[in-house]
């Protein structure tokens, strides 16, 4: 018998892999005041102080040992509770003790080499699964769980420490940002982003981060950075070789990143064991043959999903290289299926793919998602499929991999076509149900009335949910009895129906409502409301937008969902809930609010998202001309955001919403708001690399433009759905699209509206090789642009002009047009425009002869590439560079030029430049 405790979350205990029911919260507190000084005797008074502090009850020493009795009988007899020398022990092996696991694992990878110091310190950090002794508030618990803090801090900044001196700083660095954020006084964090940033060619954001530290140390503590920090700054402006990452330590991104997407295990797990085993015996068969396929299919509600985490969590160790996890809503009630290529994109981020190295053709992402999973044991869940071709392209090819699908359906094609085994999953046998009431509400309040428990699992037909859900009314009402509840249930049979998901014979929706009858009105009203909103999660701010409520109080009604189980938050912040639950709050909606006050509410959350949005795409894209949105609805709630990172997560957060948005108000026919969502996600898409979103999203614009009649937003809709065209290499569909923006600009006398059509017209023949035809395009635009006065594009058209002349070999007009473009730029301080401006010079300067020059304007872009944090564009100009080098004999600076831009290249999967690269190394090896 194995006995495991785990205080790093809530305080819980399990026995060979079962977690056991620890009673009361004052019973678990006694538990963790041995635990934390197991095998040492704790003293009577020391524990009483321990769990109780000053607020202790009478008799207080009887109580102890009331506790202390049940906790001998829950555990058993390994580990021992024992009585010695006026105290009380627990004798037990320390590994099985997360904390002092965690403790150990530390203080080993503190004295480790760094690449076993690495593993050791993720193995640690691993074990915290939320705050230390979550839920138990007394004084003493809250000094430790203090400390604990600090030692997982300290932890943290270690393992950053030892990853950035392996050249991880890709790696590590959205974990570094978060964790920077939320302790901005620290010096050493501050120091460990900075660094990160700089290797990632992020200078700007560094030095920026340097300066925000430096004013709140001055702010908040009156002091000046530490001169350690101050080094590191000044270091960075120099640019000291000293900071780059070590050499061939950087791994490539894709294979560095160890993804770890499972949700949190079940909390609450009960029986399948033959079902388990099933899992493992197909695993432990056809491991290394070929790619091991499970499907588990049952009715929702039937715990699946807990099934497939159940067994990952069981098997963690058998994959190291990490687990993938996506919710393929192949039954959610509020809108579409996910598409494979959306997951797909998904996984290819959790593998660390930069978004300009993912490939256009979806046929192509699933070859790179193959690649990279190739010959690594990792563990793939596709949770909630609709059908065999929905998880098709998500299957990987190498027999090191695992995959667990799980389904409503029976996926008979995945069966028959790939040899997955499938597994069957019914209701909870009738003992299986009687000991997950047991596990919820104990034995004693279960025997007590066996004809009533029986009767909760037949009204529940075994099925998991709704018995998770009569278990936890009746451990929140610990007078009510067993019977009482049944009689409730039989009663709400009569005059509600059943839920008819087709599946279950169960009235759900009787269980659902002790839950939903408890809720204040608010809360209620709330609830109803979510039952409607498109996409699979939803802030606080999206949800106070549905009700008009203020943001705050909104957050308290969540509190209270959450309490209720009626909904989860898998991530501070987001909310979601389960698909039939979904299903009921919609119900209840419809009941309790007229159809008006439903499309006001939906009204107001569409608003929510246009109008954050737009504040969003304009801190991404400030040059970007403005489009008017109008105000929002009395009501909806407009997030406002600090900066382009800020903006950034939120597009990140919310684009499935986003998406789910727009589909939702083009089927109800409200076109300005599809077009709008077009609008404000387009900037977003771009630089993501979305580009198949992005070319959707545009067609249901345009579609919706046409309906409303608008030539103006007709003309954006057909020249952003071009260039979507255009990036996706839908040539043909592109110059349709452009010349009919461009027919409806001259219709209108829209002068912008013809300048940005040539201009999209002449990138679209460059794309296909008419050089000469894009120039013809280029110069009409430019003249329209100055016409109007828009010194930014105009900028952008002669640059881009200089560039189809420089390839044409009509250098003196390229350098002229280009630098004309330059000194726009410079005193419009667009630095990405200036960048490309200097490339395009480079290159002019470098076919002309003027080697020097060239050689200067590829550095200067280089420089500006790295502030921007453009590495797609800064391995081209390196590959110049490194050209112009060799023309100058610089054969060792060139090989190191080319070096850094293969790095660069393999990096973003561009496999056809990498491959010409080494071929110039191979060309000039000594």
């Known amino acids: 018998m194995i006995v ?121 950090l691993e074990l915290w699964r939320g705050e230390a002794f979550a839920g138990l508030d007394v004084p003493w618990l809250a000094r430790v769980r203090a400390e604990l803090e600090r030692e997982r801090t300290a932890a943290v900044l270690d393992h950053i420490e030892v990853a950035l001196r392996l050249g991880l700083h890709a790696t590590v660095l959205p974990k570094l940002s978060t964790v920077a954020g939320e302790n901005p006084l620290d010096e050493r964090l501050a120091g460990q982003l900075m660094l990160a940033l700089y290797r990632s060619g992020r200078q700007a954001e560094a030095q920026a981060h340097y300066q925000v530290t430096r004013t709140r140390l001055a702010e908040e503590l009156g002091t000046d950075p530490s001169a350690a920090l101050r080094q ?194 019914d209701v909870l046998a009738h003992d299986d149900a009687v000991a997950l009431l047991v596990k919820h509400l104990g034995t004693a309040r279960v025997a007590a009335d066996p004809a009533a428990t029986d009767e909760l699992i037949r009204r529940c037909a075994g099925l998991p949910l709704a018995l998770g859900i009569v278990a936890g009314r009746a451990a929140t009402h610990p007078d009510l009895t067993l019977a009482a509840l049944a009689e409730e249930l039989c009663d709400h049979a009569g005059r509600l129906d059943a839920l008819d998901t087709g599946e279950a014979m169960l009235n759900l929706r009787a269980v659902f409502s002790w839950s939903y009858d408890a809720l204040t009105p608010d809360a209620a009203a709330l609830f109803g409301l979510l039952g409607l909103a498109p996409g699979p999660d939803f802030s606080v701010a999206a949800a106070a937008s549905l009700t008009s409520l203020p943001v705050s109080r909104t957050a308290a009604l969540m509190r209270e969902l959450e309490s209720a189980h009626l909904v989860q938050q898998p991530t501070p912040g987001r909310f979601r809930t389960h698909d039939l639950m979904r299903l009921y709050a919609t119900e209840q909606a419809r009941l309790s609010h007229t159809e008006e006050g439903l499309t006001a509410a939906l009204r107001r959350l569409v608003d929510h998202y246009v109008h954050t949005g737009h504040a969003a795409d304009k801190l991404l894209n400030p040059h970007r001309p403005p489009v008017e949105v109008g105000e929002p609805v009395d009501g909806s709630q407009v997030q406002v955001m600090a900066d382009q990172v800020a903006a950034q997560n939120w597009f990140t957060a919310e684009h499935p919403n986003l998406l789910a948005a727009q589909q939702l108000v083009a089927d109800r026919a409200w076109h300005t708001c599809a077009w709008q969502l077009a609008w404000v996600t387009h900037t977003y898409h771009w630089r993501r690399g979305q580009l198949h979103d992005n070319l959707a999203v545009w067609r249901i614009a345009l579609a919706a433009c046409e309906q409303m009649g608008d030539v103006e937003s007709q003309t954006w809709a057909h020249r952003l759905l071009g260039y979507a065209c255009v990036r996706v290499g839908l040539r043909e569909d592109a110059m349709t699209h452009l010349k009919q923006a461009l027919a409806l600009a001259e219709r209108t006398d829209d002068i912008r509206g013809q300048a940005d059509a040539r201009r999209g017209l002449a990138w679209a023949l460059e794309q296909q090789g008419e050089d000469r035809l894009a120039l013809e395009h280029a110069k009409p635009a430019l003249e329209l642009y100055e016409k109007v006065g828009q010194p930014a594009w105009v900028a952008w058209t002669l640059n881009q002009m200089g560039w189809y002349e420089a390839k044409l070999g009509e250098y003196e007009n390229a350098r002229a047009h280009c630098e004309a473009a330059l000194d726009l730029y410079r005193v419009h301080t667009d630095h990405q425009g200036e960048a490309n401006t200097l490339d395009s010079l480079g290159y002019i300067a470098h076919r002309t002869g003027e080697l020097g020059r060239a050689l200067d304007y590829y550095q200067q872009a280089l420089a500006l590439f790295r502030d921007l944090g453009h590495t797609y564009l800064e391995a081209d100009t390196l590959d110049h560079l490194a050209l112009t080098q060799v023309e100058l004999g610089r054969l060792e600076a060139a090989r190191r030029t080319w070096q850094r831009a293969l790095e660069l290249y393999e990096a973003q999967h561009r496999t056809t430049a990498a491959e010409r690269v080494r071929s110039h190394l191979a060309d000039t090896s000594p």
Not at 94 to 108: A, I, K, N, P
Not at 112 to 120: G, P, Q
Not at 393 to 400: D, H, K, N, Q
Request: overall charge neutral.
């Open 4 to 124: 495991e405790f785990r205080v790093l979350g809530p305080v819980d205990a399990s026995i060979d892999g079962r977690t056991v029911a620890l009673g009361p919260a004052r019973q678990r507190c006694v538990l963790a005041a041995l635990l934390v000084d197991v095998n040492r005797v704790v003293l009577v008074d020391q524990l009483i102080d321990r769990v109780w502090g000053e607020n202790r009850p009478y008799r207080v020493r009887g109580t102890l040992h009331s506790y202390l009795s049940r906790l001998r009988k829950v555990l058993g007899d390994d580990p021992r509770i024992t009585q010695q020398s006026g105290g009380y022990l627990l004798a037990a092996d320390e590994s099985t003790v997360d904390l002092h696991r965690f403790r150990r694992l530390v203080g080993d990878a503190r004295t480790a080499a760094d690449e076993r110091a690495l593993v050791l310190f993720e193995q640690a």
């Open 232 to 425: 590191l700054h000044h270091q960075i402006l120099t640019a000291d070789p000293a900071l780059s990452p070590p050499t061939g330590k950087a791994a490539p991104v894709g294979r560095s990143a160890v993804p770890r997407q499972l949700p949190p295990p079940p909390g609450s797990f009960i029986g399948r064991e033959d079902e388990l085993d099933q899992l493992t015996a197909a695993l432990d068969v056809r491991a290394g043959s070929t790619v091991v396929i499970s499907a588990v299919r049952g009715a929702g509600g039937i715990g699946k999903t807990w099934l497939v985490l159940q067994w990952a969590y069981q098997n963690l160790a058998r994959f190291p290289d990490g687990q993938l996890h996506v919710n393929l809503r192949g039954f959610d009630p509020t809108g579409q299926p996910a598409k494979p290529e959306t997951a797909l994109r998904g996984f290819l981020d959790a593998l660390g793919v930069e978004s300009a190295a993912i490939p256009l053709d979806p046929d192509a992402q699933g070859a790179l998602y193959r690649s990279l999973v190739a010959d690594r044991r990792m563990l793939i869940v596709l949770d909630n499929a609709r059908d065999t071709n929905q998880v098709t392209p998500l299957l990987p090819g190498s027999p090191t991999c695992t995959v667990l699908i799980t389904s409503r359906n029976a996926l008979a094609g995945l069966v028959t076509t790939q040899g997955a085994r499938p597994v069957a999953l």
